[in-house]
Each structure stands twice: as structure tokens, then as C-alpha cells.
């Protein structure tokens, strides 16, 4: 078989593409779904508070390491460590973020698929009339049924399959273009209706006023996770996404305009949320459920209920589309570079490992609802596992390799477009990498592991 032709790799056309593909990426159901339930469930602002350190200290400084490598080597993950230190076992580190997106792709193609079942209910009204309870028990009924999540988790990695299919210009870049600034103008939307809602100040006093006693090690940790997988860093995402990106455009401003753009909508997410689910009395910690129950009723008890589940849900979809297509980009890269699979045949294979995979993910919240490990289903474990262990320990990593094995030099080269702009705190990300990053990284997980504090 032929060897793939580096020299004919697609690319990303143009800056604005690259901030749309890359924010299309980061921002995703980790924003809407995972943020306002995570938070919820660690306390509020004071969760808030430390996770916008972490992406501040640790998230931009991944995020542009991720970058840096990608674009230095113009490769997969797995092939970028290989090819920048030859002979020594950093292409680990790729490999493990190509299982990684299997994990994340497996349990996040579940929750997309309910995203797709509740447009479908929002379209055809099916909200409309039913008491919370009603709702409450629609939802746990759906997703215990079996089938009908499987399908819709299916249908929307038929999706995914897709756009990643037509390419990186003709696929990723251009629905990314098309669907982000769609999403920008629904959150708008929602957020101002949230916040006019009458008993909004509690949910919005929920989110930003800290109550430092609600922290402890587990928060901690939690915050971490929910960094690294809202920014879609620590498994090679954007360092795949880094190799498409021109050797014209800036690296660091691209991914401080990523994190911004993430942590905006994470915010916003949360201003749209958590004033309703205060205005109804609805439980904050109620878990990974909380918007496909808590937002139905809202919408049913206001005018124009309607209207608004149809523009929530489908921001949902298209949250959830532009960060589907980022996982499954790296495990097509690394099968038509790596393996000699053209990309049309790559994307097939890897997509239908991958559904099969979250196929039983599905299935472990309803008919095969049993322990796997402990006492969490497969889908707990994935979610979990991903989040707040393969994350941060890729992103520890990737710091430790960039800023102690790739070479100052090389950093330098790439961040500055060799030497065209220089990077006004590169010696601070420096220390950052060398230092900061690695050991934050690793203080969290001693803690969480009870062996510091
Ligand atoms: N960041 C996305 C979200 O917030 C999910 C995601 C896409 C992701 N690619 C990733 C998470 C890579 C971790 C790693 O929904």
C-alpha cells in the first residue's frame, strides 16, 4: 500500500476558519451539559473561582503547547512525538490520547444522541402539557429504554462520520464557520431570557458568590478535569488541530482567543441555567441529567416555551457536532498517517469501533445498567476516567515535553513564527511549562489521592 503523502496533508485556509474549527472543538457539551451539572454539584462559585484559574495557568499553556507541537511536527499525536524524539517512548503519550478518544467519543456519542432525541421532542412539542414529574420520569424512561438512545447516538455518529469524511478544509472548517456563530447567537437568546426570569439573582448568586467552605480535594480535581476536557486539551485534539494551522498564523493568540471564547460560553452556559433552575426550585446537584429535566419544565412554563427548547436543543446538537468531529479527526489521523488507511476508509473503521464501543455505553444506563468497576456503569467510568485522569496526566506531559525535552529553540521557532512576533511572556511560559504546570498537575493528584494535605 501506498505511504501517506505528507506533502499532499490537508490544512485549515484561513485564521478565522482555524478559531472556528479549534473554539468549535473546545466548546461543546463540557460547556452546556457538563459545566452548569459539575458546578452545580461542587458548591458553585467557589468551583467557579479555581476553575478559572486552572484554565488561566494551566489551560492556555496546554492549549498552546498542544499547538506548538502539532504545528512543529505536522502530524497525529502519535506520529508528531515519534517524529520530534526519535527513540525515546514519548509516542506513548500519543497513543494514549488516541485511546483516550475512543473513551470520550464512546460516552460523549451518548449524550449527543439524547441531545438529538430531545430536539426531536422539542420539534413534534412533546414537552408541552407534562408536569415536572412527568418530565422527570420521561427523561429516566428514555434513557433506560435501550434502543431508541442507541439509535440517536448512531444517527449522530453518522454525522460526525460525515463532515470528518469530506476533510479537514472541506469538512471540519467549513460546518465549524457555519455552525459556531449560529450557537453565539442562540446563547445570547437563551441567557437573556434566563436572566429576566423572576427569582434569576438566586441562580446568578449561585454562580458568583464563592463559598470557600465548599472546597475540598475532590472539587479541586473536579475543577481540573473540567478544565482539561472543556478545552479539549491532554489528549492530542489540538495538537492535531495545531497541524493543520498555517506556519503564517500566531499560535498564542489563537489559543488565548480559544480559552476566552470557552470560558465565556462555559459562563454563559451557567447564567442561562442556573437562574432557572433557581427560579423553579429545581435541585442544582441534580447531576448529568440537569438540563434534559431542569430545562424542559422552564421552558413549559414560559411564553414562547416552544421556541426556546427548540433554539436550546439545538444549540445543544450543534455543541456537540463541532467537538464530536474534533475526537474522532484524531483517531482518522492517526490511522491514515500511521497505517497507511486512506482517510475514507479510516474514518469508516474508526467510527464504527468507536460506536460500538458507545454503544455499550448507552446501553450501561439502561438495560445493562450494572457496576462495571466499583459501583459505576461503564459510562460513569469513562466519563470519569477521561475527564479527570487521561487529561490531566497527557497535559502533564505535554508541558514536560515542551518545556524540557523539544528543545527552547524549537518552542521559540514555532511560537514566534520563527522570530516574525515574538511572544511577550515567553519566559513566562516557560516557567510555566517547565514548572508551574507539572506541578499543580501533580499536587492535585496527590491530593485527590490523600497523600499531600
Ligand atoms: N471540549 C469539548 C467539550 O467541551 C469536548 C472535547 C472535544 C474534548 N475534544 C476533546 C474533551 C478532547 C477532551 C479532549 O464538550
Known sequence: MAKFDFSKRDSFGSKIGIIAAAAGSAIGLGNI??????????????????????????????????????RRAQRNPFGAFRLLKKGQPWYLIGLMGIAAAFFILAFYSTIAGWTLEYLYLSITDGFSGKSPEQLNSMFKKFQSDGWWPVIWQVIFMFFTA??????????IEKYAKILMPVLLLIIFIIC???????????????????????????????????????????????ITYGSYINKRDNLSTTAISVSAADTFIAILAGVAIFPAVFAYGINPAEGEALVFITLPNIFMEMPGG?????????????????STISVLEVVVAFFSEELNINRKQATIIASIAITILGV????????????????NTLFEILEYTSANLFLPIGGFFIVIFVGWF?????????????????LPLF????????????????????YQLGILG
Open 360 to 375: 455499550f455505553c448507552t446501553l450501561s444506563q439502561g438495560p445493562l445498567n450494572q457496576p462495571f468497576i466499583g459501583e
Open 162 to 171: 460525515w463532515i470528518i469524511y469530506r476533510g479537514v478544509r472541506n469538512g
Open 33 to 70: 451539559w457538563r459545566f452548569p451539572y459539575v458546578t452545580g454539584e461542587n458548591g458553585g462559585a467557589a468551583f467557579l473561582l479555581i476553575y478559572l484559574g486552572f484554565i488561566i495557568m494551566i489551560g492556555i499553556p496546554v492549549m498552546l503547547s498542544e499547538f506548538t507541537i502539532g
Open 427 to 446: 519566559n513566562f511560559f516557560l516557567v510555566i511549562v517547565r514548572i508551574i504546570a507539572p506541578i499543580a498537575i501533580a499536587m492535585v493528584f496527590l
Open 192 to 238: 437573556i431570557r434566563s436572566v429576566t426570569l423572576p427569582g434569576a439573582i438566586d441562580g446568578l448568586r449561585f454562580l458568583f458568590k464563592p463559598d470557600f467552605s465548599k472546597i475540598n480535594p475532590s472539587v479541586i480535581l473536579e475543577a481540573l478535569g473540567q478544565a482539561f476536557f472543556s478545552l479539549s486539551i491532554g489528549m492530542g485534539t489540538l
Open 306 to 322: 416552544y421556541f426556546w427548547a427548540l433554539l436550546f436543543f439545538l444549540l445543544l446538537v450543534i455543541a456537540a457536532l463541532t
Open 406 to 422: 523539544m528543545g527552547r529553540k524549537n518552542v521559540d521557532d514555532e511560537i514566534s513564527n520563527s522570530g516574525k512576533f515574538k
